[in-house]
């Protein structure tokens, strides 16, 4: 078993967000899964980008913002989550004093499987 805390992360600077990866494709015996954390601090974006591959489900574990999906956007808070399927393009804003930190479960990843639009 492995265990993990929010609190106690450390994070690593990927774009314009920092991440944790507490569970990668070994920990979940799946070839390409993975489950990270990523934090955006205040008033900070990601630029729309897609993945010709990868799955991904976001969950808003803390704060608030608005991601861009498929041209649509959608407010991000407490609680909510979305699934963003191959060729979705996404980005999330920050449009807030206070962080935005999202859960990310990923399928079907592989490296540089990002697609700036």
Known sequence: MKQGELTNLEWKERF??????PFDENDLKCKGARFQVVKFEPHT???PHYHKRT???????????KIMLNKEQYDCRTDTFFLCEPG???????????????LIFKTNEEPDDIYWS
């Open 16 to 21: 314009t967000y920092v991440k944790n990866v």
């Open 45 to 47: 974006s990601i630029e």
């Open 55 to 65: 799955t991904e489900i976001f969950y808003i574990r803390e704060g608030n913002g």
């Open 88 to 102: 979705d393009v996404h980005s999330f804003i920050n449009d807030t004093d206070d962080d935005l930190v999202i």
